[in-house]
């Protein structure tokens, strides 16, 4: 125990010394503080959480509370993805990327974790499609061949209908409460008290999925815009000022002209943009009760008006360019705005790394709010692709005491190494260009919305979405009304 201990003490000062430039003798210190010098010798500030410790300096050390024990030597088989681009580094680390920071958290994570519980950690990799039929394989005929499986939301659902995952809610040693784990999720993901599903700190892949918008720093300064962050700071950061800006970036092509792949168009995305947009605009297709039930709550006037504005914006190609219709299969959204051919670019958070060659600075902001009103954001994560925790049944509940154990002590070596790997060193230091993007990454991952309607696509409504933005179909009323019996009977199924 005193050696994992010193091993996490060792590691969490060797990132502060990377983000701070401490000299030596000042993390010779610090590592002392956490040793249990004096507040006198090393001007540690108290504990403030039971949880863990702040620094003097600021930096933040989680405490290892979950049980340990020696497990025999046993293998821990966790089913993971291994598709681009949500391909697995939270578990899968190589030999070769030694040196990247989150390759190295994993590997020192699992090197902790194997010799505190005498386990093996098996990463088993399998494309998203073929989740769902191995875990259910692997459960008919009762082989537990995967102790874990980091699988994306409606997988899971799919496996929970058929009774083959953990209700994690009242799984042995694990509580959800605890900080290393998504309360978002925790809070929104649950059906009466009850969730198959878990995210937080034991794997960073699903935040690879949150939606983001990314902004062309030159072009905002050669227009004359202001910066999101400046919008985002007076509350001002709207889909009617996105908007104008969108129309004044087309005003300035030629009048005659009309939009192709290699128009200056002031936004980029994609058909999902539609469901998404609606989504930060706070147009939810579920809500729940305080007995934590969920209820329809679509179809409403906010939904009506936020419809008009977002669909005469993303059905209007001199504003909004599709990349996924067939008119713009020439030129998708990465090329365009590393070509500087749009201001705006709606992604997917992974779209950070792979751009951060890009010639021209790029900033990251938020899905605006559908008003200034809206008390806060929403951000969507991809249901289709999220990697997520399930625990698949089978196993005795001696063995789930245990397994609870090392899911919780994973979790909690993932706050202290794989999360700053990926998100203080990783996205604020080398990904991102400056401190106002590493800010705004703070709201956008505190600010994802998991709304039951959408991640379960309950009678196809989130999918039908996509169709709706292909088709430029404005009429939702008709749409909604095709929809809502099936609607109510997939609510009522999930629920049952």
Known sequence: MKKIILVLILSVSVFVLLNCGGAENENEESTEALNGGTEEENGAEEVVNPYYTIRADGSVVYTMIAPQFDWGKRALNILVRDDNP???????????????VVNDAAYRRALEIEEMYNITINAVGRGNSAHIAAIRNSVQAGDDAFDITFSNPRAINTLSSQFIVHDLMDFPNINVNEPWWDQNIVDAASIAHRSFLL?????????????????????????????????????????????????????????????????????????????????????????KESDDIPYLTFYNEHMLNAWQMITDFLYDRTLFYNFQLPYAASRNGTVKFAGNETVFFKTEFYRVRELRDMETDFGIALLPKYNKEQPRYYHHINAAE????????????????????????????????????????????????????AAIIDILFDSVYYDIGRVFDLAGIASSFNTLHAAYNRDITSFYESLEAALERALEDLLD
Request: glycine share 8%; with cysteine.
């Open 386 to 437: 999220a990697p997520m925790m399930a625990v698949p049944i089978g196993k005795d509940f001696e063995d789930q005491e245990r397994l609870g154990a090392v899911i919780s002590a994973m979790a909690i070596l993932g706050k202290n190494y794989i999360t700053p790997a990926y998100y203080d060193i990783s996205l604020k230091v080398r990904d991102t260009r400056d401190e106002d993007s």
């Open 199 to 287: 995210a937080g700190d034991i794997a960073a892949g699903y935040k690879d999925t949150v939606n983001v918008v990314l902004f062309n720093k030159q072009m905002i300064t050669d227009l004359g815009f202001e910066t999101p962050y400046s919008l985002i700071e007076k509350n001002e950061w709207i889909w009617d000022n996105v908007i104008e800006m969108s129309k004044f970036v087309w005003n300035l092509n030629p009048a005659d002209e009309a939009p192709s792949p290699e128009s200056i168009i002031g936004f980029t995305g994609f058909t999902g943009s539609l469901s998404q947009t609606l989504t930060s605009c706070g147009v939810l297709v579920c809500r």
């Open 86 to 100: 949500y391909s697995d580094r939270d578990f899968t680390y190589l030999e070769e990327n030694m040196g990247e």
